[in-house]
């Protein structure tokens, strides 16, 4: 009878031959073995596919899932190793990151089976920057968003939540996780580990998404979590931007445009200047011409 793995690693990939056997080795060495590869492949053009076979038939005692289709991008990837997964706690982790060292599996096993918690999560590394984001308080979580390779989930929680959302097109993680930490039925613990060194070069370093942090601020506002951040005029302001920025690129209006009237009408303590002055460059920004931004 085959054991149900303790975790399943699910591993967006596309066109990824050049960091996958790096990943892949991170892989191997881990020290705790109770877990599953899930590998999502987006109908990879180069070696990536040749590549996984061969790491199946070297390592035939992994259990290794290999699902390779079009997909809408990295998040309807994610949504389908959820849907392959069987293990009792997820973790995402993409082709061009790896683990930051050989103990991480072991140390976040033994951190759950102390703590009994729904989403534990630790700190990341950028490859290329050397960044370290540590993420020891959730304010800063609240603030600026979490690499999705920090967390580790439970499984019941996308049972209960849902998937991600995929009208997002980098943020959907951060969406997803938000709604972990609004959640107070749900136990969230933080370990001062480093988990993942992650690729700087991929779509999501790259493109910010707007759509998602123009309502960021009414987001943290609904769930009453904005006394938990350290400047809450800054999350309003970044997010009053974002609105500025879909109005004028001339995407997503009717989003941009909900969201900064919830910022001039809905908003206490903010003048008459500031919602007329806001109100008013909204309205610039919608007029113009995209090529004139």
């Known amino acids: 009878m085959r054991v149900r793995p303790f975790f399943s690693i ?3 990939v596309f066109n990824s031959s050049p960091t996958l056997p790096r990943l892949l080795e991170s892989i191997v060495f881990q020290h705790y073995r109770n877990y599953e590869l899930v590998f999502v492949d987006g109908a990879s053009t180069d070696d990536t596919l040749t590549q996984l076979a061969d790491f199946v038939r070297l390592n035939h005692e992994l259990s290794v899932v290999i699902d390779s289709r079009p997909d809408k991008g990295i998040y309807d990837a994610m949504n389908r190793g959820v849907e392959k997964a069987s293990g009792e706690w997820l973790y995402f982790i993409g082709g061009d990151d790896l683990f930051c060292d050989a103990g991480v599996l072991q140390s976040v096993k033994a951190a759950i089976e102390t703590e009994k918690p729904d989403l534990i999560y630790g700190n990341v590394e950028g490859i290329s920057s050397k960044t370290r984001y540590v993420y020891d308080s959730k304010a800063k979580v609240l603030a600026k968003g979490i690499h999705h390779q920090s967390v580790f989930y439970k499984r019941c929680i996308f049972d209960e939540l849902g998937k991600y959302d995929l009208s997002y097109a980098t943020a959907a993680d951060y969406d997803f996780t938000l ?8 136990q969230i613990k933080y370990i001062d580990r480093d988990i993942a060194c992650f690729g700087e070069d991929g779509f999501s370093a790259s493109n910010f998404d707007y759509k998602f942090f123009s309502g960021h601020y009414r987001l943290l506002k609904r769930h009453k979590a904005l ?3 350290a ?9 009053i931007y974002c609105c500025y ?3 004028g690129r001339k995407n997503d209006n009717a989003i941009a445009w909900r969201n900064l009237l919830f910022y001039v009408s809905r908003v206490k303590r903010a003048s008459l200047a500031f919602r007329a002055a806001t109100f008013l460059h909204m309205l610039k920004w919608t007029v113009k011409r995209p090529w004139m931004i």
């Open 227 to 229: 006394d938990k951040l």
């Open 231 to 239: 400047d809450p005029a800054k999350c309003l302001t970044d997010s």
């Open 10 to 12: 699910i591993i967006p």
């Open 245 to 247: 920025y879909l109005a």
């Open 179 to 186: 709604k972990v930490f609004f959640n107070e039925e749900y």
